[in-house]
C-alpha cells in the first residue's frame, strides 16, 4: 500500500513513532516469556518434589514389605521346626507303641502256651483222676 505524504506522514517518522511501541512489545514479549519459563520450573520443581515424595513414600512401602516378608520367613521356619520336631516326636511314640506291642503280643502268646500246657496238664489229670 502506498503512504500519501502529508506534513507528518514521512516513513521516517512512522518509524520513529512505531520504535517505542516496538520496544514496548518486545520488553512484553520476554516479560511473557520470563514469566512462562517460571511458571514452567516452578511446575518442573514441584512436580520434582512430588516424585520425590513418592518415592520416598514407595521406599516406607517397600522396606514395609521387606520386613513383612522377612517376618513370615522367620514363622515359616520356625512352623517348620516345629513340624519337623513333632514328626520325629511322633515317629518314636510310634516306635515305642511298636516296640509295647511286641512285646504284649510276646506276652500274650507265652500266656496262651501257658494256657494249653496247663489245659493239657488238667485233661490228663481228670483222665488220671477218672482212671483212678
Same mark, same amino acid.
Not at 514521512?10 to 513513532?17: N, S, V
Not at 513414600?57 to 522367620?74: W, Y
Not at 520336631?85 to 507303641?97: G, H, K, N, S
Given at each position: 500500500?502506498? #503512504?500519501?505524504? $502529508?506534513? %507528518? ?16 512489545? #518486545?520488553?512484553?514479549?520476554?516479560? /511473557?516469556?520470563? @514469566?512462562?519459563? %517460571?511458571?514452567?520450573?516452578? =511446575?518442573?520443581?514441584? @512436580? /520434582? ?9 514407595? &521406599?516406607?512401602?517397600?522396606?514395609? @514389605? !521387606?520386613?513383612?516378608? $522377612? $517376618? ?8 517348620? %521346626? ?13 516306635? @515305642?507303641?511298636?516296640?509295647?506291642? =511286641? !512285646?504284649?503280643? !510276646? ?5 496262651? &502256651?501257658?494256657?494249653? !500246657? /496247663?489245659?493239657?496238664? %488238667? ?5 488220671? #483222676?477218672?482212671?483212678?
Amino acid at each position: 500500500m502506498l #503512504f500519501a505524504y $502529508t506534513h %507528518n506522514t514521512h516513513p521516517k517518522t512512522h518509524i520513529l513513532q512505531y520504535t517505542p511501541n516496538t520496544h514496548t512489545l #518486545f520488553t512484553q514479549e520476554r516479560q /511473557l516469556e520470563h @514469566a512462562s519459563h %517460571n511458571a514452567a520450573a516452578q =511446575e518442573a520443581s514441584r @512436580a /520434582l518434589e512430588e516424585a520425590i515424595e513418592q518415592k520416598a513414600r514407595l &521406599e516406607q512401602r517397600l522396606e514395609e @514389605a !521387606v520386613n513383612s516378608l $522377612t $517376618t513370615v520367613k522367620e514363622q515359616h521356619e520356625s512352623s517348620q %521346626n516345629q513340624l519337623f520336631t513333632m514328626q520325629a516326636e511322633a515317629e518314636q511314640q510310634q516306635a @515305642a507303641l511298636m516296640h509295647e506291642l =511286641e !512285646v504284649v503280643t !510276646v506276652d500274650v502268646e507265652q500266656a496262651q &502256651e501257658r494256657i494249653r !500246657v /496247663l489245659e493239657q496238664e %488238667n485233661a490228663m489229670l481228670l483222665v488220671w #483222676f477218672c482212671v483212678v
